[in-house]
């Protein structure tokens, strides 16, 4: 039975060497992002640049391996249902909804969801690289460089799945960012298996 992300909300696990997590969008249009930490030393973390530069483009998916900052595989994708995920976006925060969407109370969101459920790992907010953002669909203009945050294109039952290839923790989360999510605010299921 698949453990259930709250919308707006996050969750922390540890994923051993060999285990597979699937992240699946139960409702569609549902942004999750992840990050992973060696659990050994957390120094050790999921790299966007490193995975950008040795897959030579951004947009990931089954068979592509997701590096750390020490150029080790973490994750590979071993199967993916959607085919678009974004790896250029930092998760969003209190600061992302006051700057850009001009809130005067904003939510902590993914960045915040993060934070507290790390936290109890030794994981500081200072360590929270930029996220795997499962599901979002982030258009690049190829001349100009400019980015559009759209619809993600995952659908109810949508899917992705992760294989470890070191002990990890692994940080998670249901999206709070309006835009990322085409306006509604939906639960991320996932599952661990051997």
């Known amino acids: 039975m698949a453990n259930v992300i709250p ?16 992240v699946i969008d139960p409702c569609g249009e549902q942004v999750a992002d992840l990050v992973a930490f060696r659990a050994d030393d957390i120094d050790e973390v999921i790299s966007s640049g490193r995975t950008i530069d040795y897959a030579s483009r951004i947009f990931l998916t089954t068979g592509d391996p997701l590096y750390s900052n020490r150029s080790n595989v973490l994750l590979e994708i071993v199967e993916d249902t959607v085919g678009r995920h974004d790896f250029l976006l930092t998760p969003c925060s209190a600061d992302t909804f006051r700057i850009i969407y001009g809130d005067k109370e904003p939510h902590r969101g993914c ?7 790390l936290k109890p790992y030794g994981i500081p907010p200072d360590r929270i690289p930029v996220a795997f953002n499962v599901f ?32 990890l923790i692994i940080g998670l989360t249901a999206c709070s960012a309006l ?14 298996s051997s």
């Open 7 to 22: 919308p707006r909300s996050g969750t922390a696990f540890t994923l051993a060497r060999g285990q597979r997590l699937t």
């Open 111 to 117: 960045f915040g969801n993060l934070a507290h459920a």
């Open 179 to 192: 835009q990322s999510n085409n306006h509604a605010f939906k639960p991320i299921h996932y599952e661990i």
């Open 136 to 167: 979002m669909n982030v258009e690049v203009d190829g001349s100009s460089g400019a980015i559009a945050v759209r619809p993600p294109l995952s659908r109810a039952g949508d899917r992705i799945v992760f294989e470890a290839k070191l002990d």
